[in-house]
């Protein structure tokens, strides 16, 4: 956790406009809900790359999903998909927990199946309005920062 802290105070000491850098931590907090795991890294530098974006920032951003944040975060993108598609979350209480082999693996299959499309339509919508409100956020914040640091300036 540490190492996330040193990253988000890093965002207040990057050369780059307040604007430049909030999209680049927008951007990564929807990577931090995009529902397909194990990527998010990946894609996070790619996207960086290919736009000449902050890779502190976008990582930053990204890294909010880690695996203290996983559980809550797609579990709460999947309840928003449920409620948005009309679909019961029943499944992510119904799992027995008490199996074991093949048997667990086909009844947690079943019990979560219904859940695929809620999962993946409620994250990448949580991940679009917690990317935009970051963005918003950090912005003020760097633009206030920025504005008090300059000679001058009321303390």
Not at 10 to 18: G, I, R, T, V
Not at 25 to 39: H, T
Not at 69 to 80: D, K, Q
Not at 130 to 152: D, H, I, N
Request: proline share 6%; hydrophobic share 55%; glycine share 10%.
């Amino acid at each position: 956790m540490s190492r996330l802290r040193a990253l988000f105070r890093a965002l207040f000491h990057l050369e780059d406009s307040p604007n430049r850098v909030a999209v680049a931590f927008g951007i990564g907090v929807f990577i931090a809900f995009f529902p397909i795991l194990g990527i998010h890294t990946a894609m996070a530098l790619l996207i960086a790359v290919l736009f000449r974006l902050s890779k502190v920032a976008i990582l930053t951003g990204a890294w909010t999903n880690n695996p203290w944040t996983i559980g809550p975060m797609f579990i709460a993108g999947t309840l928003v998909g449920c409620a948005l598609l009309d679909v019961s979350p029943e499944g992510l209480h119904g799992v027995d927990w008490s199996g074991h082999g093949p048997a667990f693996y086909e009844a947690l299959f079943a019990s979560l199946r219904p859940l695929v499309l809620p999962f993946l339509v409620g994250n990448l919508v949580v991940g679009v309005v917690g990317g935009a409100v970051s963005y918003f956020v950090l912005r003020t914040l760097l633009e206030k920062r920025r504005v008090s640091a300059q000679p001058g300036a009321a303390r």
